[in-house]
């Protein structure tokens, strides 16, 4: 069994350059792999391309000490972590596309013998089908073979630098001796429980932790449509309902983003869809939401021309999909200012996002989309409309006083009255 003492990490964004980094720190060679010339540029000049806490002092130390390179093309390794992105295709069916790359370019520099992780969440049996695209390409490695594991991240964007190591981690081997190779490597940073299984119940196991959260918070979104429908401010009724000592409703938002939560459900779905019953409707209301936060805009926008007889100004407060982080994947916020942008021809839509310098291409080039800083939005603004609770936020609440405010995320509450 070959000893691991370089790893090439296939994917450098939000899992794969922290992991890759994490490892470098504790003295593994590790060579990154990905795609984009940006990203390796700026890994190679010990920088990051992206906000995230501390990272950027591990890449800049791991690329001083000769620990840490990045190409765009894959080198041999003793060990290969691929952390690419698994979205989903129309009909939210997964997408492995990206998965099946990183294995034909991996293919090529295997002898045998080496470790090959897939760390991207992944619907049942992934693991096992990019096992088979890399023998698809090198059928002689069939025979003495590579080892195969599935090991999901389950890290908090903003804390990924401490969870990586504090966190506990599941590993799930195409065999016993696989799982235990994989241990062994994540040993060298992790500090948490390493649990031990099997591939497919490792894929299983992280869609049912972000199943788990998103059924939950459809039922806070659920519940702040009742409210709104009878009158009843649900954030209070959220906090007096955990008085009780066995429950804890979540809090409710403009629907569920991420590269997780909004994601990972949707392969369970796909795997089992007639029984996957209270997934599927989980998932139907949180992507919902963002179309009925749309609708009150649409009401206060109404109430506005009517009094002022011209269309109103909208500050949209956030575009990222969780506060203080600039991640945009999967993003409602970022969904709602696009559709209303589309459906709001004759508004003025200013939006602020503090943890950007330019709106994403997505929202460049529309001529009724100012960026604007947050203070500034508020104040030209007939209507704000606060999607993120950012820390920047917090003190906005009595400067949109007067204005028509929609509050998504109840940061306002105690500065409306």
């Given at each position: 069994?070959?000893?691991?003492?370089?790893?090439?990490?296939?994917?450098?964004?939000?899992?794969?350059?922290?992991?890759?980094?994490?490892?470098?720190?504790?003295?593994?060679?590790?060579?990154?792999?990905?795609?984009?010339?940006?990203?390796?540029?700026?890994?190679?000049?010990?920088?990051?391309?992206?906000?995230?806490?501390?990272?950027?002092?591990?890449?800049?130390?791991?690329?001083?000490?000769?620990?840490?390179?990045?190409?765009?093309?894959?080198?041999?390794?003793?060990?290969?972590?691929?952390?690419?992105?698994?979205?989903?295709?129309?009909?939210?069916?997964?997408?492995?596309?990206?998965?099946?790359?990183?294995?034909?370019?991996?293919?090529?520099?295997?002898?045998?013998?080496?470790?090959?992780?897939?760390?991207?969440?992944?619907?049942?049996?992934?693991?096992?089908?990019?096992?088979?695209?890399?023998?698809?390409?090198?059928?002689?490695?069939?025979?003495?073979?590579?080892?195969?594991?599935?090991?999901?991240?389950?890290?908090?964007?903003?804390?990924?630098?401490?969870?990586?190591?504090?966190?506990?981690?599941?590993?799930?081997?195409?065999?016993?001796?696989?799982?235990?190779?994989?241990?062994?490597?994540?040993?060298?940073?992790?500090?948490?429980?390493?649990?031990?299984?099997?591939?497919?119940?490792?894929?299983?196991a992280k869609l049912v932790e972000n199943s788990f959260r998103d059924v939950n918070i459809a039922f806070a979104n659920e519940l702040s449509v009742i409210c709104s429908e009878l009158g009843i401010d649900v954030w209070e009724l959220i906090e007096l309902a955990n008085h009780h000592p066995r429950v804890n409703i979540l809090q409710p938002g403009p629907g569920v983003g991420g590269h997780c939560i909004a994601v990972d459900p949707w392969f369970i779905v796909d795997a089992a869809p007639s029984t996957a019953r209270l997934i599927r409707s989980a998932r139907e209301i949180n992507d919902a939401k963002p179309q009925w936060v749309i609708d009150q805009v649409k009401a206060a926008a109404f109430d506005v021309q009517q009094q002022t007889g011209r269309a109103p100004r909208v500050a949209a407060l956030g575009l990222a999909f969780k506060p203080n982080i600039d991640d945009l994947r999967e993003s409602p916020a970022l969904n709602i200012v696009d559709s209303m942008a589309e459906q709001f021809t004759g508004s003025q839509i200013l939006v602020a996002e503090p943890h950007v310098d330019e709106l994403p291409p997505r929202l460049q080039g529309r001529e009724n989309i100012t960026f604007l800083d947050a203070s500034e939005a508020v104040e030209q603004a007939d209507i704000v409309l606060l999607l993120v609770d950012h820390d920047a936020f917090g003190q906005l609440g009595a400067a949109a006083a007067g204005k028509r405010v929609i509050d998504t995320r109840g940061q306002w509450r105690a500065q409306q009255g």
């Open positions: 069994m070959t000893e691991i003492s370089t790893v090439a990490v296939i994917g450098l964004g939000y899992i794969g350059l922290p992991t890759a980094a994490i490892l470098a720190e504790n003295g593994v060679r590790v060579h990154g792999v990905d795609v984009s010339d940006r990203t390796v540029e700026a890994v190679n000049a010990g920088r990051v391309p992206f906000v995230e806490p501390d990272l950027a002092d591990f890449v800049s130390r791991a690329v001083d000490k000769g620990l840490l390179s990045a190409s765009t093309q894959t080198p041999p390794a003793d060990a290969y972590i691929v952390a690419v992105p698994t979205p989903f295709k129309d009909g939210h069916q997964p997408d492995l596309s990206y998965i099946e790359a990183a294995a034909r370019g991996l293919a090529p520099q295997l002898r045998g013998d080496e470790l090959v992780i897939l760390e991207s969440t992944s619907p049942p049996g992934a693991t096992e089908h990019m096992a088979e695209v890399i023998y698809a390409e090198r059928p002689e490695l069939r025979e003495p073979g590579v080892d195969v594991a599935h090991c999901p991240e389950r890290v908090l964007p903003g804390r990924v630098m401490v969870e990586l190591v504090t966190n506990d981690r599941i590993v799930g081997g195409s065999t016993p001796e696989a799982a235990q190779r994989a241990e062994s490597l994540y040993r060298t940073f992790c500090k948490g429980e390493i649990l031990l299984t099997d591939c497919r119940t490792a894929e299983m």
